[in-house]
């Protein structure tokens, strides 16, 4: 059985955002036992992880490491229409993930103890996400 | 329903090739309305994206910062066997993704806007390159 | 049909570990011709990458990279309390892999010639590790 709906959110900007819960109500609406949960992001300039969701701190080195490695204004972009930090936007999604893949088991997302499911906005203004979410199970 | 198709290409060396409407059409061509398509790239020197499809300089940009971040002849690299640009087409491959798993609704992959689904050729020689397409829906 | 098995592996601290077989095993005895193999960490200091497996010489190559781009005890981390490699394995973890996709054809995951599926242990202690491995076919 497939099914597919859709999660919004509206970001405040550049940061990441906890989805667990909307994505583990997608998938106990859904009503499987077993399967897989596809998280899939519609946009190029934000994107998915599974983090550590324990300590806050986590997120914000991953932010700094990002913001040192992908610098916002590097003169090595060209593609500068929408400000300094549009193509480090793009840089970053690559480097992270537009679609997460998750077993389901006992109708829920199976994640480790400490995994949390992200979406990492990478524009510094806030915008409107879509995620489509795709349940796939018995 | 599953069924599972595959995409050949001759790629040109060293550079981003839009594949979307080859996996558009393997979608089309197995007749599903709902489900998910996965894409898989057979190879590791070699990669898939989803990245941003109206400015080239998008794709000129993300090669700028991948020749920085892994550059070609780099002495920390020792598998140098096939050349320069071996070791770094791993490396590429690893921070990119090997599979890209997409949303299908009304028979297509419902993906943004502004998406397009890319192989990214990591080695600076011509290479014949397999993506294997696997749908799955009703 | 869909159908669900563990992998569990104990690490010797950081490091890859080849688990092709393991995975192989999994979609064996799921005893599907057809489909997908979803295999997914549950961790977030340990990753999955697909990667070249004739020349080890690669695998330690991407170590050499990865130390080399997220360094242990970079003074930039301030979630220390784990010790230097603590939030460094994050760092690891969202650039490569959490869960791959393969495509099953013919029984097997049927990957190109040089693809190993491998566990990164990216934290320098033993951990045990556990890998859901979830497939999907007729």
């Keep these: ?7 919004r959110l509206d970001t405040n900007g550049r940061g990441t955002y906890d989805i667990t819960s909307d994505v583990q109500a997608a998938v106990r609406d859904a009503g499987i036992s077993l399967g897989l949960c596809n998280v899939f992001i519609r946009h190029t300039s934000a994107s998915l992880m599974l ?3 324990a300590d806050p701190a986590v997120l914000r080195d991953l932010e700094t490491f990002m913001s040192r490695t992908v610098p916002d204004g590097d003169p090595m972009f060209t593609h500068t229409a929408e400000g300094p930090d549009d193509m480090p936007a793009h840089v970053r999604s690559i480097l ?6 998750l077993p389901v088991r006992d109708g829920r997302c199976d994640l480790g103890t ?3 499911v992200y979406l990492w906005e990478h524009r510094t203004a806030p915008h409107r996400r879509t995620v489509t979410v795709t349940i796939n199970g018995d």
């Design 51 to 53: 983090c550590e969701n």
């Design 114 to 116: 400490w995994q949390g």
């Design 96 to 101: 992270t993930q537009s679609d997460l893949n």
């Design 1 to 7: 059985m497939i099914s597919q709906t859709e999660i």
